[in-house]
């Protein structure tokens, strides 16, 4: 895995190794760039980490905003040639790292204040762990808030085995991209982020690190995740084959390699499938497209009892719907 020699770039911090990485791709942010960076200007101590900035030919005000806070934050800007690609930005940045932990953060997400210094106390009390994640709060473009998102583990205890997580991460992938914090070695040593997927490719890293080890979940939300119509994994939904595809080829890759080692493999994989088609179904509801519940309702209706309490608790449905649908009807109430 190697960066882009097209790219230039330019580093303000000191020759100290951070003990965090924050990787950002960036791509014509100019309208929540500065909101993404400004929430981590603004943690009480902002020391000890980098930020990487790989910029996908922004042709805004994008490069203006990463060069005035690079006067501010330990910021390292890569340019790179425009290649619509933000999976292969991000692992340039991730080569480029060298801090112990990474993070994501895209330029339309933000922390929550105390995130930073919350997570690096807790990474130096659980060295062993190797992914950390936490809650997150769904806002709009405004900033107004639509929602949260937990995780199906239970309340306790806070680290889970990768069998625990595994059985509940398949069905769904409610780990939100700005929440995990991450060992940099073991994301390389499982060949980082798959660049053939631009919608799925964060699901399926968790679903390769939380094999690595422990996973620690905290339920108090610490970022902030824009659920707005200009989103990039928006614009990816609105292709319902290619959103199809990608979800099925994270699942089957990875529902294979779990499915003898769970204790109910098979209702795991049945649950996933329907799952699936959940998610196209809610995609279809957003972007205007007919919703063919029938076959869907006789799907989740062939999954049982049993079945429908999986569905039901691990795909966390109310608390992903719901903030779309408010964000549908308040979009349908301006046309």
């Not at 939904?237 to 493999?265: K, Q």
């Not at 999986?310 to 964000?327: G, K, T």
Request: aromatic share 8%; charged share 25%; proline share 6%.
């Amino acid at each position: 895995m190697n960066a882009d020699p097209s790219h230039t770039s330019q580093r303000t911090d000191g020759a100290a190794q951070p003990w965090l990485s924050v990787l950002m791709p960036t791509y014509n942010g100019a309208n929540h760039l500065e909101e993404a960076l400004g929430s981590i200007a603004s943690q009480s101590d902002p020391g000890e980490l980098e930020i990487i900035a790989a910029d996908d030919g922004s042709t805004d005000r994008t490069s203006d905003i990463l060069e005035a806070f690079a006067e501010r934050l330990p910021m390292t800007i890569h340019r790179l040639q425009h290649r619509g690609n933000w999976v292969a930005n991000t692992n340039v940045a991730l080569e480029m790292a060298r801090g112990r932990y990474i993070t994501i953060l895209h330029q339309d997400d933000r922390w929550v204040p105390e995130r930073l210094s919350t997570l690096r106390r807790l990474t130096r009390q659980r060295p062993d762990i190797s992914l950390f994640s936490h809650a997150i709060r769904f806002i709009d473009a405004c900033g107004r808030y639509l929602g949260t998102g937990t995780n199906p583990l239970p309340a306790s205890p806070p680290s889970y085995s990768g069998l625990r997580v595994a059985e509940r991460l398949l069905i769904q992938n409610w780990m939100a991209l700005p929440a995990p914090v991450f060992s940099r070695e073991a994301a390389l040593s499982v060949g980082a982020m798959d660049t053939t997927l631009l919608y799925s490719a964060d699901w399926d890293l968790w679903l390769k690190l939380i094999d690595r080890g422990e996973t620690y979940y905290g339920p108090r939300p610490m970022a902030d995740v824009r659920v707005h119509s200009g989103a990039q994994t928006v614009s990816i939904s609105s292709d319902p084959e290619i959103y199809r595809r990608e979800l099925r080829t994270v699942f089957d890759r990875h529902m294979n390699r779990w499915e003898e080692r769970l204790r109910r493999g098979a209702l795991v994989r049945r649950v996933g499938l329907c799952s699936i088609e959940l998610n196209c179904a809610l995609a279809d509801a957003f972007h205007h497209r007919p919703v063919h519940l029938v076959p869907l309702f006789c799907k989740i209706a062939a999954l049982g009892p049993r079945g429908w309490y999986r569905l039901w608790r691990d795909s966390r449905i109310s608390q992903r719907a719901w903030p779309r649908l408010r964000l549908h009807r308040d979009s349908s109430g301006r046309e």
